[in-house]
T-cell receptor, first 114, second 116 residues
Framework: EPEVTQTPSHQVTQMGQEVILRCVPI?????FYWYRQILGQKVEFLVS????????KSEIFDDQFSVERPDGSNFTLKIRSTKLEDSAMYFC????????????FGPGTRLTVT | AQTVTQSQPEMSVQEAETVTLSCTYD???????LFWYKQPPSRQMILVIR??????QNATENRFSVNFQKAAKSFSLKISDSQLGDTAMYFC?????????????FGKGTKLSVKP
């Protein structure tokens, strides 16, 4: 069965550095998402992406964050200048359609900012 | 704003027994979806069951069923004949119908341990 994959599984970076988290969504899916979960807290929506543009973003998704689908298969989340509070598990998801369609999640990337 | 609350951080159940996980939510919308996701240790979240708010009939998927009480804004998950493979974090989530493309609202999760 097709799965969403994410790399790396764990990323350690120093405060102020840029990081890129990578995701390969399921191949026939058209909608892509990023969520994050700070340890001990809820999974929070960051951004959704469709037709090569952001369709929705949360207040967490500020100018430090950007998303891109550079080559038709990868979907990336870039954090330009990481802060300690960016330490979290980042989940990518994809779906065939928008509202009502099941979102398939990747295993997550644990980002640790020191 | 939508909120989802799971009041049981951890639960345990004996193999073959039945367990119910609680979830309450708050929304001003009339049409929405509710979901239970399962996240086994070190593996991705997978959808267990989904309920559309306009449907009165409770959703079922094999050993998994929900008790959807729209007026009370309650959406509990019942797992019958629990198996060791059911050990996981369980997340309740909601999503408005229409409008937003992605915005799943999650609860904090319930860690379920199935004991042999």
């Amino acid at each position: 069965e097709p799965e969403v994959t994410q790399t790396p599984s764990h990323q350690v970076t120093q405060m102020g550095q840029e990081v890129i988290l990578r995701c390969v969504p399921i191949s026939n899916h058209l909608y892509f998402y990023w969520y994050r979960q700070i340890l001990g807290q809820k999974v929070e929506f960051l951004v959704s992406f469709y037709n090569n543009e952001i369709s929705e973003k949360s207040e967490i998704f500020d100018d430090q964050f950007s998303v891109e689908r550079p080559d038709g298969s990868n979907f990336t989340l870039k954090i330009r200048s990481t802060k300690l509070e960016d330490s979290a598990m980042y989940f990518c998801a994809s779906s065939e359609g928008g509202t009502g369609y099941e979102q398939y999640f990747g295993p997550g990337t644990r980002l640790t900012v020191t | 704003a939508q909120t989802v609350t799971q009041s049981q951080p951890e639960m345990s159940v004996q193999e073959a027994e039945t367990v119910t996980l609680s979830c309450t939510y708050d929304t001003s919308e009339n049409n929405y979806y509710l979901f239970w996701y399962k996240q086994p240790p070190s593996r991705q979240m997978i959808l267990v069951i989904r309920q559309e708010a306009y449907k009165q009939q409770n959703a079922t998927e094999n050993r998994f069923s929900v008790n959807f009480q729209k007026a009370a804004k309650s959406f509990s998950l019942k797992i019958s004949d629990s198996q060791l493979g059911d050990t996981a974090m369980y997340f309740c989530a909601s999503k408005n119908y229409g409008g937003s493309q992605g915005n799943l609202i999650f609860g904090k999760g319930t860690k379920l341990s199935v004991k042999p």
